[in-house]
C-alpha cells in the first residue's frame, strides 16, 4: 500500500503559515449584528427587534427584501397576506403562485429572486436556474432513461421549461431548453414499467432541488438533518440539524422546528449545509463524513457500535472510523466549498445534463500533476481564490475554517528528490495512468446497492408533488436488495477517464392494480437501445484517503470491469438439477418454498452438471448445456421451460463439468483435459480449443482464467483469454511438495477479495484472487491464485476446521454476504465473503457417510472460521448445491437447495450465516447431482466477450472492450509487494 505521509502532519506551522499568507487570501465576510434601525424598518423592527443583519456585505432594509409596508405598526398592514393559505406540504408550488407571499415569506425563493437578489447579483440567480440545483435534468432523465421513458439520453426534462441565456451559444455538453415533467398517462399499456415510472418521478424523486424547502417543511416534526430553505437560502443560510432557530427575533418561536440558526446569509457555507440534500442516490454526502446507509434490517442506535447515535435524514447512519474511513479532506477539516466553486454549484448560464459536465473542479486543480506544478485554475481556466503558490509550494485557506493547508504537488510525490517523496506512489503514478482518475485508485471504499426495488401499488394514493393532487399509486424506491462495501467497478466515464462506478438509482419494477392484483412482478428494465437498465455510473465517490488500492485490484479482477459476480445474483424462477434419469427443471415459489414444484423432466443418461445461458434483460433461462459422461455435451432451449427441446448434441465422453464464459463453454473432460466449446450458435456447438491436463473432473472461470480441479494432479491453471489457444501455466499439488499421496481434487471455486481500508494503519487489507479445491481426501484446500504462474496454499483443511476424521467434498460455492448484528450491538453487522461446503463427512474410518453443511468465513483466508455446521436430516448422500437469493419486500432472504441420492431435496435457510437450518424438505424434487439456478447478475455489465448487457445513461461512458480488459488483466506486477502476500 502506498504510505503517503497526510496533510495531518503538516498542521502544526498552520499558525505561521496562516500569519504570513493572510495578504495573499481573500479576506473574510463581515461579522454580523443587529440589524440596523433605519426608517424603513422602524416598523418591523418594533416587534422583530433584536433580529440579525441578514446581508452584512451591505446594508439592505427589512422591505427591500420582504416588501410589506415599513412603516405600518400593525403587523396586518406591515406584513404582506396571502390570497389563500399555502399548503404546507412539500408540493412544488406553482412558478406564478402569490408571488408578493412568496417574497415576503423568502425573498431568496427563485420565483421571485431575480426581482429581489438578481437586482445586484443578476447574474448568479439566472445561472442559478439552469443549473442542475435549479433543473435537477440529470436525475430526472437517468432514471426515465434507464426504465425505458426516453428514447436516448439527451436531456429533456427539468423541474420548470427552461431556456438557455437568449444568444447564448450552446456548449458541447449543453441543451439549449428543458420542458416540465410529463403527468402520469392512465391509457398508456399498463404493463410497461415506463407508464409507471413516471409517477415514481413525480410523487418521490422531487425534493432534491431549489424550487422546494423538500419534506422537512416548516413545523413538521422529527425532520432532523433535512431542514433548509429553498432558493438561494438552501445554501446561504444555515440551518442546524433540529431545526431549531437562535435568533435573537422575539418573535420566531425557539421549539417549532423549520428555522434557520440565525437571521443572516453566509458566503461560509458548512459541509452540513450541502448533506441536507447530497445524502441519497449516490450517497456522496455520507461518504465523505464517513457516514454509509444502513443494510436493510441492520440494528443501529446510540448503544450500537459503528452507527450513529441519532437519526439524520430520518435514518441511522452506519460509522465505522478503521474500515469506512471520512474522506482525507473532510477529515483535514476541508469543506464542499473548499473545492467546489461557485459555478460548480450555481452553474455557469449553461444547462447540463450531468453533473461531470456541471463541475470544472479536477483533483489536478489543487495538486497538479506529473508535468506541471498547480497553477490554482480550474478545467475552465477559472482561478481558486483559495489556492495560492509560492514558488514550488501550494497552499489553501479554508474558506470556512480559515486554515491554511499545505497542498502536496504530484510532481513532488515522484521526484526522489523532494520531501514528499514516495516510492510506492512513484511506482504507480507512471504515464501509463494518464488515462485514470486519480480517484480511481484513492477511492478508499463504497456503498452499492445493488438492486433497488420500485413498487407502485394503485390501492392507495399518493401526492403528486408537481400537480398538488393525491392520485391512484402509491410508490416506494428506497427498498435495497443487494449491500456491500467492498464491490469495485471501473469503466470510462464521459470524459474518457477510467474512473470508479456506482449504482446510481437503477431499480427493477413490482406493480399492483386497485384490487391488488400484480400487473408488473419484479421486472427489470430496458432501455430503448435493447439494453438493461440495471445500470451504474461513473461517480466521484468522496471517499479518497491516502492508501491507494492496491494493484490487484484492477489487475487481477474482472469484476472490477463489470464482468461481475455470483455474490449479486437474484434468483429469478427456475432451478435446474441433474438426475439419475435427465435433467429436473423446478419452479421456485419464492414467496413458499414448500410450493416449488417440478416443472419437466429432460431425459438423458445420468448428466453430471449444467451450464445456463440467460437473457440480459430479465435473466430467464435460454439455454441449458448439460455434461452427459460417456456421451457429450447436449443443449436444450428453454424459451417454454416446461416443454425444453433438444437444440444439439457434441460428443465429448470423458466430460465432467461445464462452465459458461461469454459465447464459450469451458469443459472439464476427464483425461482429455480443458476443452473450450464456441456456442455463439447454439444449434452448433463447436470445440476450438483445448489444454491437457491429467484428469479435468471441475472447471470454474475468473479474469479470463480457468481453475480445473485436476485429479490426482490437484489444481491446474490455464489462460482461456484466446479460447482457441488456451495455455496451461502452472498447477499445484494441493498435499504440498514433501507429500507424494495423490490428490483427488474434484470441485472447484474462484473469488476476487477486494481490499478494505485500515485507517489506523494507514494501509489496505490485502487484496487477493481466491481459489477454493475440493479434495476426496484432503477436504477444502484455499489458494491465492493473485500471481497464477505461481499459486500458493493459504489454507488447507484434512478435517481441522471440523471433528469428523474425513470429508469427501461434494460441492463447493464462494460468495460475499452481509451479515446483520444483534440488536444490542454485541454481534456487529459485517460484510464478509463465505465458503459454502456441501460434503459427505465420517466420524471414524468405516462409519457410514453422512451429509453434512459447512459455512466457513474466511475474510482472513489464511484462518478461516467454521461459524455453521448441520447435519441434513434423513441421511443419504448429499450430491450437489445451488445459491437461491430470494427477495419478498422488504427483505432479501438468502437459502441454498440441496440434492441427495434417493432423498428428498432440503432448503436451508442461510440468511443467518452462523445459524444454518432447515426451510423446508421438498419430497417431489429429487435431482441427485449439481444444480444451475437461473438469476440476474446486478453487477454485472458486459459478458465475457465485451458485449454489453447494461446500458449506460451518461452519453460517452461505458465499459472497455474484451480486449482492453485482457491487457489490463494481464499486465506484469512488480515484485515489490504490490501482489500481496
Same mark, same amino acid.
Given at each position: 500500500?502506498?504510505?503517503?505521509?497526510?496533510?495531518?502532519?503538516?498542521?502544526?506551522?498552520?499558525?505561521?503559515?496562516?500569519?504570513?499568507?493572510?495578504?495573499?487570501?481573500?479576506?473574510?465576510?463581515?461579522? +454580523?449584528?443587529?440589524?440596523?434601525?433605519?426608517?424603513?424598518?422602524?416598523?418591523?423592527?418594533?416587534?422583530?427587534?433584536?433580529?440579525?443583519?441578514?446581508?452584512?456585505?451591505?446594508?439592505?432594509?427589512?422591505?427591500?427584501?420582504?416588501?410589506?409596508?415599513?412603516?405600518?405598526?400593525?403587523?396586518?398592514?406591515?406584513?404582506?397576506?396571502?390570497?389563500?393559505?399555502?399548503?404546507?406540504?412539500?408540493?412544488?408550488?406553482?412558478?406564478?403562485?402569490?408571488?408578493?407571499?412568496?417574497?415576503?415569506?423568502?425573498?431568496?425563493?427563485?420565483?421571485?429572486?431575480?426581482?429581489?437578489?438578481?437586482?445586484?447579483?443578476?447574474?448568479?440567480?439566472?445561472?442559478?436556474?439552469?443549473?442542475?440545483?435549479?433543473?435537477?435534468?440529470?436525475?430526472?432523465?437517468?432514471?426515465?432513461?434507464?426504465?425505458?421513458?426516453?428514447?436516448?439520453?439527451?436531456?429533456?426534462?427539468?423541474?420548470?421549461?427552461?431556456?438557455?441565456?437568449?444568444?447564448?451559444?450552446?456548449?458541447?455538453?449543453?441543451?439549449?431548453?428543458?420542458?416540465?415533467?410529463?403527468?402520469?398517462?392512465?391509457?398508456?399499456?399498463?404493463?410497461?414499467?415506463?407508464?409507471?415510472?413516471?409517477?415514481?418521478?413525480?410523487?418521490?424523486?422531487?425534493?432534491?432541488?431549489?424550487?422546494?424547502?423538500?419534506?422537512?417543511?416548516?413545523?413538521?416534526?422529527?425532520?432532523?438533518?433535512?431542514?433548509?430553505?429553498?432558493?438561494?437560502?438552501?445554501?446561504?443560510?444555515?440551518?442546524?440539524?433540529?431545526?431549531?432557530?437562535?435568533?435573537?427575533?422575539?418573535?420566531?418561536?425557539?421549539?417549532?422546528?423549520?428555522?434557520?440558526?440565525?437571521?443572516?446569509?453566509?458566503?461560509?457555507?458548512?459541509?452540513?449545509?450541502?448533506?441536507?440534500?447530497?445524502?441519497?442516490?449516490?450517497?456522496?454526502?455520507?461518504?465523505?463524513?464517513?457516514?454509509?446507509?444502513?443494510?436493510?434490517?441492520?440494528?443501529?442506535?446510540?448503544?450500537?457500535?459503528?452507527?450513529?447515535?441519532?437519526?439524520?435524514?430520518?435514518?441511522?447512519?452506519?460509522?465505522?472510523?478503521?474500515?469506512?474511513?471520512?474522506?482525507?479532506?473532510?477529515?483535514?477539516?476541508?469543506?464542499?466549498?473548499?473545492?467546489?466553486? +461557485?459555478?460548480?454549484?450555481?452553474?455557469?448560464?449553461?444547462?447540463?445534463?450531468?453533473?461531470?459536465?456541471?463541475?470544472?473542479?479536477?483533483?489536478?486543480?489543487?495538486?497538479?500533476?506529473?508535468?506541471?506544478?498547480?497553477?490554482?485554475?480550474?478545467?475552465?481556466?477559472?482561478?481558486?481564490?483559495?489556492?495560492?503558490?509560492?514558488?514550488?509550494? +501550494?497552499?489553501?485557506?479554508?474558506?470556512?475554517?480559515?486554515?491554511?493547508?499545505?497542498?502536496?504537488?504530484?510532481?513532488?510525490?515522484?521526484?526522489?528528490?523532494?520531501?514528499?517523496?514516495?516510492?510506492?506512489?512513484?511506482?504507480?503514478?507512471?504515464?501509463?495512468?494518464?488515462?485514470?482518475?486519480?480517484?480511481?485508485?484513492?477511492?478508499?471504499?463504497?456503498?452499492?446497492?445493488?438492486?433497488?426495488?420500485?413498487?407502485?401499488?394503485?390501492?392507495?394514493?399518493?401526492?403528486?408533488?408537481?400537480?398538488?393532487?393525491?392520485?391512484?399509486?402509491?410508490?416506494?424506491?428506497?427498498?435495497?436488495?443487494?449491500?456491500?462495501?467492498?464491490?469495485?467497478?471501473?469503466?470510462?466515464?464521459?470524459?474518457?477517464?477510467?474512473?470508479?462506478?456506482?449504482?446510481?438509482?437503477?431499480?427493477?419494477?413490482?406493480?399492483?392494480?386497485?384490487?391488488?392484483?400484480?400487473?408488473?412482478?419484479?421486472?427489470?428494465?430496458?432501455?430503448?437501445?435493447?439494453?438493461?437498465?440495471?445500470?451504474?455510473?461513473?461517480?466521484?465517490?468522496?471517499?479518497?484517503?491516502?492508501?491507494?488500492?492496491?494493484?490487484?485490484?484492477?489487475?487481477?479482477?474482472?469484476?472490477?470491469?463489470?464482468?461481475?459476480?455470483?455474490?449479486?445474483?437474484?434468483?429469478?424462477?427456475?432451478?435446474?438439477?441433474?438426475?439419475?434419469?435427465?435433467?429436473?427443471?423446478?419452479?421456485?415459489?419464492?414467496?413458499?418454498?414448500?410450493?416449488?414444484?417440478?416443472?419437466?423432466?429432460?431425459?438423458?443418461?445420468?448428466?453430471?452438471?449444467?451450464?445456463?445461458?440467460?437473457?440480459?434483460?430479465?435473466?430467464?433461462?435460454?439455454?441449458?448445456?448439460?455434461?452427459?459422461?460417456?456421451?457429450?455435451?447436449?443443449?436444450?432451449?428453454?424459451?417454454?421451460?416446461?416443454?425444453?427441446?433438444?437444440?444439439?448434441?457434441?460428443?465429448?465422453?470423458?466430460?465432467?463439468?461445464?462452465?459458461?464464459?461469454?459465447?464459450?463453454?469451458?469443459?472439464?473432460?476427464?483425461?482429455?483435459?480443458?476443452?473450450?466449446?464456441?456456442?455463439?450458435?447454439?444449434?452448433?456447438?463447436?470445440?476450438?480449443?483445448?489444454?491437457?491436463?491429467?484428469?479435468?473432473?471441475?472447471?470454474?472461470?475468473?479474469?479470463?482464467?480457468?481453475?480445473?480441479?485436476?485429479?490426482?494432479?490437484?489444481?491446474?491453471?490455464?489462460?482461456?483469454?484466446?479460447?482457441?489457444?488456451?495455455?496451461?501455466?502452472?498447477?499445484?499439488?494441493?498435499?504440498?511438495?514433501?507429500?507424494?499421496?495423490?490428490?483427488?481434487?474434484?470441485?472447484?471455486?474462484?473469488?476476487?477479495?477486494?481490499?478494505?481500508?485500515?485507517?489506523?494503519?494507514?494501509?489496505?487489507?490485502?487484496?487477493?484472487?481466491? +481459489?477454493?479445491?475440493?479434495?476426496?481426501?484432503?477436504?477444502?484446500?484455499?489458494?491465492?491464485?493473485?500471481?497464477?504462474?505461481?499459486?500458493?496454499?493459504?489454507?488447507?483443511?484434512?478435517?481441522?476446521?471440523?471433528?469428523?476424521?474425513?470429508?469427501?467434498?461434494?460441492?463447493?460455492?464462494?460468495?460475499?454476504?452481509?451479515?446483520?448484528?444483534?440488536?444490542?450491538?454485541?454481534?456487529?453487522?459485517?460484510?464478509?465473503?463465505?465458503?459454502?461446503?456441501?460434503?459427505?463427512?465420517?466420524?471414524?474410518?468405516?462409519?457410514?457417510?453422512?451429509?453434512?453443511?459447512?459455512?466457513?468465513?474466511?475474510?482472513?483466508?489464511?484462518?478461516?472460521?467454521?461459524?455453521?455446521?448441520?447435519?441434513?436430516?434423513?441421511?443419504?448422500?448429499?450430491?450437489?448445491?445451488?445459491?437461491?437469493?430470494?427477495?419478498?419486500?422488504?427483505?432479501?432472504?438468502?437459502?441454498?437447495?440441496?440434492?441427495?441420492?434417493?432423498?428428498?431435496?432440503?432448503?436451508?435457510?442461510?440468511?443467518?450465516?452462523?445459524?444454518?437450518?432447515?426451510?423446508?424438505?421438498?419430497?417431489?424434487?429429487?435431482?441427485?447431482?449439481?444444480?444451475?439456478?437461473?438469476?440476474?447478475?446486478?453487477?454485472?455489465?458486459?459478458?465475457?466477450?465485451?458485449?454489453?448487457?447494461?446500458?449506460?445513461?451518461?452519453?460517452?461512458?461505458?465499459?472497455?472492450?474484451?480486449?482492453?480488459?485482457?491487457?489490463?488483466?494481464?499486465?506484469?506486477?512488480?515484485?515489490?509487494?504490490?501482489?500481496?502476500?
Amino acid at each position: 500500500m502506498i504510505r503517503a505521509r497526510t496533510v495531518f502532519r503538516i498542521f502544526m506551522p498552520v499558525v505561521v503559515i496562516a500569519t504570513a499568507l493572510g495578504p495573499f487570501f481573500t479576506q473574510d465576510e463581515p461579522a +454580523v449584528g443587529p440589524a440596523r434601525s433605519d426608517r424603513a424598518s422602524q416598523g418591523c423592527l418594533s416587534c422583530h427587534g433584536g433580529i440579525e443583519e441578514m446581508h452584512p456585505w451591505h446594508h439592505l432594509t427589512c422591505v427591500d427584501c420582504h416588501g410589506g409596508n415599513g412603516d405600518a405598526a400593525q403587523q396586518k398592514a406591515a406584513h404582506v397576506s396571502p390570497r389563500r393559505k399555502l399548503p404546507g406540504d412539500e408540493r412544488i408550488l406553482p412558478r406564478d403562485q402569490d408571488l408578493a407571499y412568496l417574497r415576503f415569506v423568502n425573498p431568496t425563493n427563485l420565483r421571485v429572486a431575480g426581482s429581489v437578489c438578481g437586482v445586484c447579483h443578476g447574474d448568479a440567480v439566472s445561472n442559478l436556474e439552469r443549473s442542475l440545483h435549479g433543473t435537477t435534468a440529470g436525475h430526472l432523465s437517468d432514471g426515465l432513461y434507464e426504465n425505458g421513458y426516453l428514447a436516448n439520453r439527451t436531456k429533456r426534462y427539468g423541474i420548470f421549461p427552461v431556456t438557455a441565456a437568449e444568444n447564448a451559444e450552446t456548449p458541447a455538453h449543453g441543451f439549449p431548453s428543458l420542458t416540465a415533467l410529463p403527468r402520469f398517462d392512465p391509457y398508456a399499456e399498463r404493463d410497461r414499467i415506463a407508464t409507471h415510472f413516471i409517477d415514481a418521478v413525480r410523487k418521490s424523486c422531487l425534493q432534491c432541488h431549489l424550487w422546494s424547502e423538500g419534506r422537512a417543511v416548516r413545523g413538521r416534526l422529527g425532520q432532523d438533518g433535512d431542514y433548509r430553505s429553498d432558493g438561494c437560502a438552501a445554501c446561504h443560510v444555515t440551518y442546524a440539524d433540529s431545526g431549531l432557530t437562535q435568533t435573537d427575533d422575539p418573535t420566531i418561536g425557539k421549539l417549532e422546528p423549520g428555522h434557520p440558526i440565525r437571521h443572516v446569509l453566509t458566503s461560509k457555507i458548512p459541509t452540513e449545509t450541502c448533506t441536507r440534500c447530497h445524502y441519497g442516490d449516490a450517497s456522496i454526502g455520507l461518504h465523505f463524513r464517513g457516514l454509509a446507509q444502513l443494510v436493510p434490517g441492520m440494528p443501529a442506535g446510540p448503544e450500537v457500535p459503528n452507527t450513529t447515535d441519532s437519526r439524520l435524514n430520518g435514518a441511522f447512519y452506519l460509522r465505522d472510523p478503521e474500515q469506512r474511513p471520512a474522506d482525507i479532506h473532510h477529515a483535514a477539516g476541508l469543506a464542499c466549498i473548499d473545492c467546489h466553486t +461557485v459555478s460548480d454549484v450555481m452553474g455557469d448560464g449553461n444547462i447540463y445534463g450531468e453533473m461531470e459536465h456541471a463541475v470544472e473542479i479536477e483533483c489536478t486543480t489543487c495538486h497538479g500533476t506529473l508535468e506541471r506544478l498547480s497553477d490554482g485554475t480550474t478545467s475552465r481556466g477559472r482561478a481558486l481564490p483559495q489556492l495560492v503558490r509560492r514558488g514550488e509550494r +501550494v497552499f489553501m485557506r479554508s474558506k470556512l475554517s480559515g486554515r491554511v493547508h499545505i497542498v502536496k504537488q504530484t510532481q513532488h510525490v515522484v521526484d526522489p528528490a523532494h520531501p514528499h517523496y514516495n516510492p510506492r506512489a512513484a511506482a504507480a503514478m507512471t504515464n501509463d495512468h494518464d488515462g485514470l482518475e486519480c480517484y480511481g485508485c484513492h477511492n478508499a471504499w463504497n456503498v452499492n446497492f445493488f438492486g433497488f426495488h420500485f413498487d407502485r401499488n394503485e390501492s392507495f394514493t399518493q401526492l403528486d408533488m408537481l400537480s398538488g393532487e393525491r392520485t391512484a399509486g402509491r410508490v416506494t424506491t428506497l427498498e435495497k436488495v443487494f449491500a456491500t462495501f467492498d464491490s469495485l467497478t471501473l469503466g470510462r466515464n464521459s470524459e474518457g477517464m477510467i474512473a470508479p462506478y456506482l449504482v446510481g438509482f437503477s431499480t427493477f419494477t413490482t406493480v399492483r392494480d386497485a384490487e391488488g392484483k400484480t400487473i408488473i412482478d419484479q421486472r427489470m428494465p430496458e432501455t430503448a437501445a435493447g439494453l438493461s437498465g440495471m445500470t451504474m455510473v461513473a461517480h466521484q465517490m468522496h471517499t479518497v484517503r491516502p492508501a491507494a488500492r492496491s494493484c490487484v485490484e484492477c489487475h487481477r479482477s474482472s469484476a472490477a470491469w463489470g464482468l461481475g459476480t455470483d455474490s449479486f445474483a437474484l434468483t429469478r424462477q427456475l432451478v435446474l438439477s441433474t438426475a439419475p434419469t435427465g435433467l429436473e427443471i423446478v419452479g421456485i415459489d419464492r414467496q413458499n418454498l414448500a410450493q416449488s414444484r417440478l416443472l419437466a423432466r429432460a431425459s438423458m443418461p445420468a448428466p453430471s452438471d449444467i451450464a445456463l445461458t440467460v437473457d440480459p434483460l430479465q435473466a430467464f433461462a435460454r439455454e441449458a448445456w448439460v455434461a452427459v459422461p460417456g456421451h457429450g455435451l447436449t443443449g436444450l432451449d428453454l424459451e417454454r421451460p416446461a416443454f425444453p427441446e433438444k437444440l444439439a448434441e457434441l460428443a465429448l465422453p470423458e466430460i465432467r463439468a461445464v462452465e459458461r464464459s461469454g459465447d464459450h463453454l469451458l469443459v472439464a473432460a476427464g483425461a482429455r483435459g480443458l476443452v473450450i466449446v464456441d456456442v455463439s450458435d447454439p444449434h452448433q456447438p463447436t470445440q476450438v480449443g483445448l489444454a491437457k491436463t491429467e484428469d479435468a473432473r471441475d472447471v470454474a472461470w475468473l479474469s479470463y482464467y480457468a481453475f480445473v480441479a485436476d485429479g490426482a494432479a490437484g489444481l491446474a491453471i490455464v489462460d482461456v483469454a484466446d479460447p482457441v489457444q488456451p495455455r496451461l501455466i502452472s498447477r499445484i499439488d494441493l498435499n504440498g511438495a514433501k507429500n507424494r499421496r495423490p490428490n483427488a481434487a474434484q470441485r472447484v471455486v474462484a473469488f476476487f477479495q477486494n481490499g478494505r481500508p485500515k485507517a489506523s494503519s494507514r494501509q489496505r487489507s490485502p487484496a487477493r484472487l481466491l +481459489v477454493a479445491v475440493g479434495d476426496g481426501e484432503l477436504g477444502v484446500t484455499i489458494l491465492d491464485a493473485t500471481d497464477p504462474a505461481r499459486p500458493r496454499q493459504l489454507f488447507r483443511n484434512p478435517g481441522s476446521l471440523s471433528s469428523l476424521a474425513t470429508l469427501d467434498v461434494v460441492d463447493l460455492a464462494i460468495t460475499s454476504k452481509f451479515d446483520l448484528g444483534s440488536p444490542g450491538g454485541e454481534i456487529r453487522s459485517e460484510e464478509h465473503p463465505y465458503l459454502y461446503v456441501l460434503a459427505n463427512a465420517r466420524r471414524r474410518q468405516g462409519s457410514a457417510p453422512e451429509p453434512r453443511w459447512f459455512s466457513i468465513r474466511i475474510t482472513d483466508p489464511t484462518a478461516p472460521k467454521l461459524v455453521g455446521e448441520l447435519t441434513l436430516p434423513g441421511g443419504g448422500i448429499a450430491s450437489g448445491f445451488g445459491l437461491l437469493r430470494l427477495y419478498n419486500p422488504p427483505f432479501l432472504t438468502f437459502h441454498a437447495l440441496v440434492t441427495r441420492r434417493n432423498r428428498a431435496a432440503v432448503f436451508l435457510d442461510l440468511t443467518k450465516s452462523t445459524a444454518p437450518k432447515i426451510a423446508e424438505e421438498i419430497p417431489t424434487l429429487r435431482g441427485t447431482g449439481r444444480l444451475a439456478v437461473e438469476s440476474m447478475r446486478f453487477d454485472q455489465q458486459i459478458d465475457a466477450t465485451g458485449r454489453r448487457l447494461k446500458d449506460v445513461s451518461h452519453e460517452g461512458a461505458g465499459y472497455l472492450s474484451r480486449e482492453e480488459i485482457v491487457r489490463l488483466l494481464r499486465v506484469k506486477l512488480p515484485k515489490d509487494g504490490s501482489v500481496d502476500r
